[in-house]
């Protein structure tokens, strides 16, 4: 059956280091890789997308890279900061076709520490 | 400009009581979702509906029915609630066309079922 694996431990770090969460998946070739950000009592909010051909996507201090041979996404947060401090959830879109199901891993809480 | 409103935010139920949870959104998206997230369990599918007058099951169907309205709302109904349906519930909506298909979540919607 299809799996995604994010480390449901938390990962605490200072501030003003590299965070890197990972996600892992098994039997599933997924067309794009999603992640969320979702902060406590609120709904996950997009962050950034990467295609199956696509090695790495940038945005500002994120950094998402993307390897289907692993079958692993790498996300990393660049210079952290207090209010990166969230749970986040990486998704798998087979196919990208509307009505198609994202599948959602258990997500990764991150702590930034002053 | 409010994007996908759930409501209600909380409810307490009893078991056997009957309720709704409404969605609307005002993106003019094509498919909206209905999504339970758990502690450890992640988000998982509940129903949805890829265009207006369809509905089609998710990962975790059973106990639950929906409602595609209109284009703007998707309803889901627990006809006789049960303990094991106490999570937070999340609706979410995607415009549906060809290109990225990412989520639009609202703030959620927590039951809890005594």
């Known amino acids: 059956s299809q799996k995604i694996e994010q480390n449901s431990e938390a990962l605490n770090i200072q501030e003003g280091k590299t965070a890197t969460l990972t996600c892992n998946y098994t039997n599933y070739s997924p067309a794009y890789l999603q992640w969320y950000r979702q902060d406590p009592g609120r709904g996950p909010v997009f962050l950034l997308l990467?295609?199956?051909?696509?090695k790495e996507k940038r945005k500002e201090r994120l950094k998402v890279t993307f390897d289907t041979t692993l079958k692993q996404s790498l996300f990393h947060i660049t210079a952290s900061q207090p209010a990166d401090s969230a749970t986040y959830l990486c998704?798998?879109?087979?196919?990208?076709?509307?009505?198609?199901?994202?599948?959602f891993g258990g997500g990764t809480r991150l702590m930034v520490k002053p | 400009n409010a994007g996908v409103t759930q409501t209600p935010k909380f409810q307490v139920l009893k078991t056997g009581q009957s309720m709704t949870l409404q969605c609307a959104q005002d993106?003019?998206?094509?498919?909206m979702y209905w999504y339970r997230q758990d502690p450890g369990m992640g988000l998982r599918l509940i129903y949805y509906?890829?265009?207006?007058?369809?509905?089609d099951k998710g990962e975790v169907p059973n106990g639950y029915n929906v409602s595609r309205l209109n284009k703007r709302e998707f309803s889901l109904r627990l006809e006789s609630a049960a303990p094991s349906q106490t999570s937070v519930y999340f609706c979410?909506?995607?415009?549906?066309?060809?290109?990225?298909?990412?989520?639009?979540f609202g703030a959620g919607s927590r039951l809890t079922v005594l």
């Open positions: 509906s890829a265009s207006e007058g369809t509905t």
């Open positions: 979410a909506s995607i415009k549906g066309v060809t290109g990225a298909n990412v989520l639009t």
């Open positions: 990467i295609r199956e051909n696509e």
């Open positions: 998704a798998l879109d087979p196919n990208n076709n509307a009505g198609n199901m994202l599948t």
């Open positions: 993106m003019n998206h094509n498919s």
